[in-house]
């Protein structure tokens, strides 16, 4: 019973504290995106610049009304939103936040985490194909050509740090940084960091890599059909999805909660992954979109062979001792 | 390509007859600039055929021209390419003091020269904006392109409020003249505007042409060889994308342009890029231009006749006349049908926009979802212009 409880409880804190961060990521990008775009951002709702501004949002969204298309496959369309937010929110129970601590600690925690990160893409296919809707079925389409091929450098990449640990469980992994970041290895760490992050891009759906969501091509691609809460789910979860990337990137290459000792090791993952949000938004905010056969090609001839010869580079250098 | 068929345009029809995803793009679209309906026959992402279906912005102008005075009509036409309201005023008056042969004096002609090229440079500025958006979309790096864009169109729309005291449909152009004259402040602004803006010329290049992204997804994309443009018969900077070196300020100076020195920007690459190249080049262009213009500006009256008691008094002789400007967008020519009295009997526009967009079953097809809005966006259509 008392176990149930903390299972309960301790899941509790964890969306609550998630979704509070999630919440406030939008307000992130609104203010960070308007910095680069010589503006100001939200700044009415709430008094020092409109950090109320996510709850207006929220309160919009679930006022909106929820509209269910005639031709829509409903069960699917209703498990969409679902199936995205829902693991995007599970990764973040892997990721550690002290020595040797983390919500759950798996012995394969590293690679549930990425198998939970890849599961969102269900979600976003099945309400692609689900809502009956020709840029929805179009987009739905680029997901399983581009983002699914996405996933294999971006594992591969992610498995680097993972050799040169010599185990699969995050808190290892970091433990394992504690002289030098991963991402700090010479040339391998800084390939397949970079590779990570090019791959986080199209998995987050972030431009130059937004194929899925394209609005200026497919209007608001898988979810076009979508409204008030179950669009509110999607925005959360594509939010969610990215931030729990970017701990993924905090912890697996720039050493999770180590740091100095002035600050609990916590702040300095939230720290570390804020900061690594913070250059994702950098980029989508400077970059056009790709094409998607550009997009294909940057993944097969470049990314591809980059992330397997680092891998190879790594093996060799585990292997050297 | 003629009238579209019905069934080339009815979704349901174009996939039972043709086995082919047929996609609607637009009236209701983000990158379809305004609406423009677009049904695009795919297999898979590539397009097979492209068929415009326009009229959604029909509002009768040429009909309405026939019930309203000369004077009335400026500012009517001003709403039809709706990015550069002078250009149209402008091609309206020059065809009425054809056929009236009205005197225009000298320093009224090189206003509206000056007018004109700045809403040159104003309307670029919006079209350099809309291709971010159509690249880069709005969640990407493509508004953070169009902000620059409008930040620097914004202080064309000040000047414009300080020689006017309206920021865009100015009505200055009028027949005989121009409305408003320039005073020394507001000269002396627009020089240092016009360095301003040239100054910040660069930095909206490094955002758009010189990213590899932009490039790649501009070279060789929207091909319109040189024999196809002629066929066709597009125009304007489209026109001087595919290597033809025509401008009608050139080819038939109008107002103070026979007496200014400009050069005429060409490409011959034929693809979005070269089409984007030569509008970049003609900012610059437009920018010595409004500087040279405003060095040499020549004193004297701006009205040629007598002021008008009855704002609506003029009356053109019985004839016809044809006339044209280079508005930011090629060719705008106004043909003017008159019986004598105050009313045209017919008037008939030449619209750049609907003459370039005519390309578009041609380019399109071969291409990408992705290519028709950046093919799309170095054409610049203007659906005002286009349907009127």
Same mark, same amino acid.
């Given at each position: 019973?008392?176990?149930?409880?903390?299972?309960?409880?301790?899941?509790?804190?964890?969306?609550?504290?998630?979704?509070?961060?999630?919440?406030?990521?939008?307000?992130?990008?609104?203010?960070?995106?308007?910095?680069?775009?010589?503006?100001?951002?939200?700044?009415?709702?709430?008094?020092?610049?409109?950090?109320?501004?996510?709850?207006?949002?929220?309160?919009?969204?679930?006022?909106?009304?929820?509209?269910?298309?005639?031709?829509?496959?409903?069960?699917?369309?209703?498990?969409?939103?679902?199936?995205? *937010?829902?693991?995007?929110?599970?990764?973040?129970?892997?990721?550690?936040?002290?020595?040797?601590?983390?919500?759950?600690?798996?012995?394969?925690?590293?690679?549930?985490?990425?198998?939970?990160?890849?599961?969102?893409?269900?979600?976003?296919?099945?309400?692609?194909?689900?809502?009956?809707?020709?840029?929805?079925?179009?987009?739905?389409?680029?997901?399983?050509?581009?983002?699914?091929?996405?996933?294999?450098?971006?594992?591969?990449?992610?498995?680097?740090?993972?050799?040169?640990?010599?185990?699969?469980?995050?808190?290892?992994?970091?433990?394992?940084?504690?002289?030098?970041?991963?991402?700090?290895?010479?040339?391998?760490?800084?390939?397949?960091?970079?590779?990570?992050?090019?791959?986080?891009?199209?998995?987050?759906?972030?431009?130059?890599?937004?194929?899925?969501?394209?609005?200026?091509?497919?209007?608001?691609?898988?979810?076009?059909?979508?409204?008030?809460?179950?669009?509110?789910?999607?925005?959360?979860?594509?939010?969610?999805?990215?931030?729990?990337?970017?701990?993924?990137?905090?912890?697996?290459?720039?050493?999770?909660?180590?740091?100095?000792?002035?600050?609990?090791?916590?702040?300095?993952?939230?720290?570390?992954? *804020?900061?690594?949000?913070?250059?994702?938004?950098?980029?989508?905010?400077?970059?056009?979109?790709?094409?998607?056969?550009?997009?294909?090609?940057?993944?097969?001839?470049?990314?591809?062979?980059?992330?397997?010869?680092?891998?190879?580079?790594?093996?060799?250098?585990?292997?050297?001792? | 390509?003629?009238?579209?068929?019905?069934?080339?345009?009815?979704?349901?029809?174009?996939?039972?007859?043709?086995?082919?995803?047929?996609?609607?793009?637009?009236?209701?679209?983000?990158?379809?600039?305004?609406?423009?309906?677009?049904?695009?026959?795919?297999?898979?992402?590539?397009?097979?055929?492209?068929?415009?279906?326009?009229?959604?912005?029909?509002?009768?102008?040429?009909?309405?021209?026939?019930?309203?005075?000369?004077?009335?009509?400026?500012?009517?036409?001003?709403?039809?390419?709706?990015?550069?309201?002078?250009?149209?005023?402008?091609?309206?008056?020059?065809?009425?003091?054809?056929?009236?042969?009205?005197?225009?004096?000298?320093?009224?002609?090189?206003?509206?020269?000056?007018?004109?090229?700045?809403?040159?440079?104003?309307?670029?500025?919006?079209?350099?904006?809309?291709?971010?958006?159509?690249?880069?979309?709005?969640?990407?790096?493509?508004?953070?392109?169009?902000?620059?864009?409008?930040?620097?169109?914004?202080?064309?729309?000040?000047?414009?409020?300080?020689?006017?005291?309206?920021?865009?449909?100015?009505?200055?152009?009028?027949?005989?003249?121009?409305?408003?004259?320039?005073?020394?402040?507001?000269?002396?602004?627009?020089?240092?505007?016009?360095?301003?803006?040239?100054?910040?010329?660069?930095?909206?290049?490094?955002?758009?042409?010189?990213?590899?992204?932009?490039?790649?997804?501009?070279?060789?994309?929207?091909?319109?060889?040189?024999?196809?443009?002629?066929?066709?018969?597009?125009?304007?900077?489209?026109?001087?994308?595919?290597?033809?070196?025509?401008?009608?300020?050139?080819?038939?100076?109008?107002?103070?342009?026979?007496?200014?020195?400009?050069?005429?920007?060409?490409?011959?690459?034929?693809?979005?890029?070269?089409?984007?190249?030569?509008?970049?080049?003609?900012?610059?262009?437009?920018?010595?231009?409004?500087?040279?213009?405003?060095?040499?500006?020549?004193?004297?009256?701006?009205?040629?006749?007598?002021?008008?008691?009855?704002?609506?008094?003029?009356?053109?002789?019985?004839?016809?006349?044809?006339?044209?400007?280079?508005?930011?967008?090629?060719?705008?020519?106004?043909?003017?049908?008159?019986?004598?009295?105050?009313?045209?009997?017919?008037?008939?526009?030449?619209?750049?926009?609907?003459?370039?967009?005519?390309?578009?079953?041609?380019?399109?097809?071969?291409?990408?979802?992705?290519?028709?809005?950046?093919?799309?966006?170095?054409?610049?259509?203007?659906?005002?212009?286009?349907?009127?």
């Amino acid at each position: 019973m008392n176990a149930w409880l903390v299972a309960i409880g301790s899941s509790a804190l964890v969306l609550g504290v998630a979704m509070t961060i999630v919440a406030y990521m939008t307000w992130l990008e609104r203010k960070v995106a308007a910095r680069m775009q010589n503006r100001i951002g939200p700044y009415e709702v709430g008094a020092p610049h409109g950090w109320l501004q996510p709850l207006a949002d929220i309160a919009k969204l679930l006022v909106k009304e929820d509209i269910t298309p005639r031709a829509a496959d409903v069960l699917l369309f209703n498990l969409g939103p679902v199936l995205v *937010v829902v693991p995007a929110l599970v990764g973040f129970a892997f990721v550690p936040v002290a020595a040797g601590v983390a919500p759950v600690d798996h012995p394969y925690s590293f690679l549930f985490f990425t198998a939970f990160a890849s599961l969102t893409l269900l979600g976003i296919f099945a309400a692609g194909w689900s809502s009956n809707n020709k840029y929805a079925l179009l987009s739905a389409l680029r997901l399983v050509a581009m983002v699914a091929s996405y996933e294999i450098p971006m594992i591969v990449a992610l498995l680097v740090p993972a050799l040169l640990a010599g185990s699969f469980r995050l808190t290892d992994l970091v433990e394992a940084q504690r002289g030098l970041w991963f991402a700090a290895y010479p040339l391998i760490g800084q390939a397949s960091f970079g590779i990570f992050l090019l791959c986080a891009l199209a998995e987050g759906n972030k431009s130059p890599l937004d194929l899925l969501e394209a609005e200026s091509e497919l209007v608001a691609a898988y979810n076009v059909e979508y409204s008030g809460i179950k669009f509110a789910l999607f925005y959360a979860g594509e939010y969610a999805h990215t931030l729990a990337i970017c701990a993924l990137g905090a912890t697996v290459f720039l050493g999770g909660y180590l740091g100095p000792a002035l600050l609990p090791g916590v702040v300095w993952l939230i720290a570390k992954t *804020v900061a690594l949000f913070v250059v994702v938004l950098w980029i989508r905010w400077s970059l056009m979109r790709m094409r998607i056969d550009q997009a294909l090609r940057l993944n097969w001839l470049v990314l591809l062979p980059a992330s397997l010869a680092s891998l190879l580079a790594a093996a060799w250098w585990v292997a050297r001792g | 390509m003629g009238v579209p068929a019905v069934s080339e345009i009815a979704t349901t029809v174009v996939e039972r007859e043709f086995g082919e995803l047929a996609l609607n793009m637009g009236p209701q679209h983000p990158s379809t600039h305004g609406v423009l309906r677009l049904v695009l026959h795919l297999s898979g992402e590539t397009v097979v055929r492209a068929v415009p279906s326009i009229g959604y912005l029909h509002r009768g102008v040429e009909k309405l021209a026939e019930h309203l005075a000369y004077d009335q009509l400026p500012p009517v036409f001003e709403r039809d390419d709706y990015l550069a309201p002078t250009a149209n005023s402008h091609g309206f008056v020059i065809a009425a003091e054809a056929l009236g042969k009205i005197e225009v004096p000298r320093r009224a002609r090189w206003l509206r020269a000056w007018v004109a090229e700045w809403q040159r440079v104003a309307s670029h500025l919006v079209w350099l904006g809309t291709l971010g958006l159509d690249l880069g979309g709005a969640l990407g790096g493509g508004t953070t392109l169009y902000m620059y864009c409008f930040r620097e169109r914004e202080k064309i729309l000040d000047l414009m409020e300080s020689l006017t005291g309206t920021r865009f449909h100015t009505n200055f152009n009028m027949i005989g003249g121009a409305r408003y004259d320039l005073d020394a402040a507001t000269a002396a602004r627009s020089q240092a505007l016009a360095a301003e803006i040239g100054a910040a010329l660069p930095s909206l290049a490094a955002m758009s042409g010189e990213t590899p992204i932009f490039r790649e997804r501009t070279r060789g994309v929207g091909v319109i060889p040189r024999e196809l443009a002629l066929s066709i018969g597009v125009t304007g900077p489209v026109l001087r994308g595919s290597g033809v070196a025509f401008d009608v300020r050139r080819a038939a100076p109008y107002d103070a342009y026979g007496e200014l020195d400009f050069e005429v920007p060409v490409r011959a690459a034929c693809d979005a890029e070269a089409r984007f190249q030569v509008r970049m080049d003609e900012i610059a262009q437009s920018l010595a231009l409004v500087r040279r213009i405003g060095d040499g500006l020549p004193s004297g009256p701006i009205f040629s006749r007598k002021p008008l008691k009855n704002p609506k008094a003029t009356k053109l002789p019985a004839g016809e006349a044809y006339a044209a400007v280079e508005s930011p967008r090629g060719e705008l020519g106004f043909h003017i049908v008159s019986e004598g009295g105050p009313k045209p009997y017919r008037l008939k526009i030449n619209a750049p926009s609907f003459r370039n967009l005519q390309v578009v079953p041609h380019v399109l097809p071969g291409g990408l979802v992705a290519d028709v809005v950046a093919i799309l966006g170095s054409l610049d259509p203007v659906m005002g212009d286009v349907d009127r």
